[in-house]
């Protein structure tokens, strides 16, 4: 098992002892959904049929992904428990989440020229090449995860409270489509051989995050927070499909009701 595969599942197993001896002693339970988004940094997967270019002559050269742009991003909503612990500074949350996660590649209009399609190599045989004109390959792929965070509240509790998170996540694909825009609509009898040759996202997403934020609430009520995610980095970077993610930003908005009031 790759040794960041490993890192996370030791951050979630640390993490789920250290909620679960600290329940016996929390202050305050809450039950709670989060929803969010993150904009993710990527790169294109080493994928030789796709070029932003085709050289005029045989002998020519070509660009191979240079003049082509690749986009990111995911949405998410899940529900989690908390509880707190130590003075009521830190809290240990887990739960369930569903993520979307969109890719795309397309060609880059700066060195497109007005051209908005790049070629695709689909088949090679001595002479006779064959390419296809594409102008966009869109890649939406589901997951159901599991995330943990810890949460630390420098300060005592108070209608308005900044803090800061660490967390982590182990997302399980559900299903992926690829979709291909192509520039001439006779060649879309070439969709379900294009999203073969991309293929699909690695079966497993894992992910650690470091966030701020702000929560609005009373003691015992029903708290609203806000925080946001720089950065969240992605341990399986180098997973197979459209793009490869390295590392992102976003923002996350949660509701929470309390389940239990006790006094330490």
Request: hydrophobic share 35%; aromatic share 14%; glycine share 8%.
């Amino acid at each position: 098992m790759n040794y960041k595969i490993k890192f996370i599942l030791l951050f979630v197993c640390l993490s789920s002892s250290a909620s679960i001896s600290s329940a016996q002693e929390s202050r305050q339970k809450f039950l709670g959904i989060e929803t969010g988004m993150t904009m993710i940094g990527c790169k294109m997967s080493d994928m030789d049929f796709i070029r932003g270019d085709v050289p005029s002559y045989p002998t020519g050269s070509y660009y191979s992904t240079n003049n082509l742009t690749s986009l990111m991003y995911n949405s998410f909503i899940g529900i989690k428990s908390e509880c707190f612990s130590l003075n009521n500074k830190f809290g240990f949350s887990g739960g369930i989440r569903y993520t979307r996660t969109n890719s795309s590649v397309g060609k880059n209009d700066y060195w497109s020229n007005s051209v908005d399609y790049f070629y695709l190599l689909y088949s090679q045989e001595g002479v006779n090449t064959e390419y296809l004109k594409v102008k966009e390959i869109i890649q939406k792929s589901d997951y159901v995860g599991i995330p943990l965070e810890i949460r630390y509240f420098p300060f005592r509790p108070r209608l308005f409270r900044l803090y800061f998170k660490l967390g982590a996540e182990i997302g399980f694909r559900l299903q992926s489509h690829t979709d291909v825009v192509f520039q001439d609509d006779a060649m879309e009898p070439y969709q379900n051989d294009v999203s073969a040759m991309v293929g699909k996202p690695g079966s497993i997403s894992s992910s650690v995050s470091g966030s701020a934020g702000m929560s609005l609430g009373r003691a015992s009520k029903p708290v609203v927070s806000f925080e946001i995610c720089l950065p969240a980095i992605f341990i399986t970077s180098k997973s197979s499909g459209l793009v490869s993610p390295i590392s992102g930003g976003g923002f996350q908005l949660n509701f929470q009701i309390p389940l239990k009031s006790k006094i330490q």
